[in-house]
């Protein structure tokens, strides 16, 4: 994916700009993870004055925890949104890969920021971070508590077993996304159905 336009500050509302700032920095962070990256990169890449980046973000930790909360926030609507699609067919888990690849789609390698090892263990971004990873396994262990639920009584060992294993195949198909830049959402999600369709039949 291209990196995102030089930004400029003339006549631009600083909401605008604040935005313009996040997607150049998600991608630095992407790229190079919290400890690799840095506000002077970031500047370089927007074109902009490195203390611009500090007036509006105060710190890096402030500028990471907005890129955070610009992805993980996007992507939890929709996944929750997603899930109210979900029935007990392996099917109709298309539902969350869409909303998935769908918010990914304008920055797919913003997925790593909520993974990445070298963000702070503890602090605001490592209590974000935390959180989102967290109702994202929520999301995820709903649909595979109402997945098994239709097949007798349910095992919360099970339920945890079969949520980690979702959670692992969403991390590889994101894996694989990145690797394959040229694909878009919709050919993703036209995969993805092609391949539960070979696998369950």
Known sequence: ????????????????????IVAVAVEEFAARGYAGASIVAVAAR???????????????????????????????????SA??????????????????FEALEPQPSAWRLLYDPSMPADGPIAVAASDYRGR??????????????????????????????WMRIVDSLVGWWL????????????RCERLIGAVFG
């Open 179 to 190: 690797a394959h830049p040229d694909q878009s959402a919709a050919q993703m999600t036209a």
């Open 83 to 100: 899930e109210q699609q979900v029935d007990d067919s392996v099917a109709s888990r298309i539902h969350p890969l869409r909303a998935v």
């Open 136 to 165: 994202t396994e929520q999301i995820a262990a709903s649909g595979s508590a109402r997945f098994l639920q239709v097949r007798g009584d349910v095992d919360p060992l099970d339920v945890d077993a079969l949520s980690t294993v």
């Open 46 to 80: 927007a074109g902009i004055s490195k203390p611009l980046i500090y007036q509006y973000f105060g710190s890096k930790d402030g500028l990471y925890l907005a890129c955070l909360n610009s992805v993980a926030g996007a992507l939890l609507d929709r996944l929750e």
């Open 1 to 20: 994916m291209s990196s995102p336009a030089l930004i400029g500050t003339k006549g631009v509302p600083r909401p605008e700009r604040e935005q313009q």
